[in-house]
């Protein structure tokens, strides 16, 4: 592996510099010494929201050094490592006053087996993310008046990916659904095998002053991931949107203005759950229904897959998602 001295700059995006840590090389000594439990623990949790996971797979040099000499304990330590969930992809922590800290994924083993010890102030900021997360890693509903979109079968880092997201930093549950009603991005941890993204930024379905840029994005997102829903609602406008492509294609999409009256996308057939709620039209035009409102759209949307507004129940989710921002259209 690329060996970088502790805090060594590292070139970054946007003209700034993040700061390497944990970059071992068997030719090189390291600090060593006792770390905080707590650390660990976080450092643990750091490993399930990677980053640039296409950048190669590291090994440890230090484990690969003693193969020869004792297999038996190569065996049992590689184990730790010689995963992707281990070998592959970086981890970033901020700092409480914004320095961002990129440490291979491997880290955690170099600490837990090595006996690495990291430079203070980079256990002090991952301490400091960790009390952070502490006070919001449980899940957070959402739903009212924001976009979202859902993912079958995915990873979070993948939906970062292809929402081409910038300054992306591993967040909780309350912190993201925070950022997402601030107009940036949260991609949430999996849930029931899907992942959810929201934002109140997301392109919508348009009207007649503005046009739909939502279907292209769904549609894109469909054509590189399969199964893709897609949510909105807006109360003061009574705006109301549910859809789903799969491969590209829409099986059902519908959307509603209620300021204007009208029916915005109306293409499939009604789903189940939508005559059961007696919304959405048919395409025959057969008049069996009421206006949508926002709770429809998170019943639906709970029918076809991941509910965001009974999110508060749920004590199984992961606790890290990240958060970012979209580039401008
Ligand atoms: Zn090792």
Not at 60 to 88: I, K, L, Q, T, V
Not at 139 to 167: C, K, N, Q
Not at 203 to 212: E, T
Request: negative net charge.
């Amino acid at each position: 592996m690329a060996h970088f001295p502790d805090l060594a700059p590292r070139a970054a995006s946007g003209g700034k510099s993040d700061v390497s840590i944990g970059w071992l090389s068997s030719g090189h000594a390291f600090p060593t010494g006792a770390v905080p439990p707590e650390f660990t623990s976080a450092l643990a949790r750091l490993r399930e929201v990677p980053f640039a996971l296409t950048r190669g797979f590291h090994v440890c040099e230090f484990c690969m050094r003693n193969r020869e000499d004792d297999s038996h304990r190569f065996d049992a330590c590689s184990a730790s490592w010689n995963s992707p969930e281990y070998g592959n992809g970086e981890i970033l922590v901020l700092s409480e006053t914004g320095v961002a800290y990129v440490a291979p994924r491997l880290v955690l083993h170099y600490v837990t087996e090595h006996g690495y010890r990291p430079p203070q102030e980079f256990i002090d900021a991952v301490l400091f993310q960790s009390r952070r997360w502490a006070r919001g890693d449980r899940p957070v509903s959402f739903g009212y008046t924001s976009v979202w979109v859902a993912v079958r079968g995915r990873t979070p880092i993948d939906v970062v990916e292809a929402l081409r997201l910038t300054s992306v930093v591993p967040v909780a549950w309350a912190d993201g659904i925070d950022a997402a009603y601030g107009g940036r991005v949260f991609v949430a941890p999996p849930l029931d095998g899907w992942v959810l993204a929201a934002s109140t930024q997301f392109p919508d379905s348009g009207d007649g002053d503005h046009p739909d840029r939502a279907t292209p994005f769904v549609e894109a997102l469909s054509q590189r991931f399969g199964e893709v829903q897609y949510f909105g609602t807006h109360r003061v406008v009574e705006w109301h949107a549910w859809a789903r492509a799969i491969n590209g294609t829409f099986t059902r999409k519908f959307s509603w203005i209620g300021e204007r009256g009208e029916v915005l996308w109306n293409e499939g057939a009604r789903t189940d759950v939508e005559r059961e709620l007696h919304v959405g039209v048919e395409p025959d035009g057969t008049d069996d229904v009421q206006f949508p409102d926002e709770e429809h759209v998170l019943t639906i949307a709970a029918q076809w897959g991941v509910g965001p507004g009974t999110l508060d129940d749920r004590t199984d989710a992961p606790r890290l998602g990240y958060e970012g921002r979209l580039r401008p259209a």
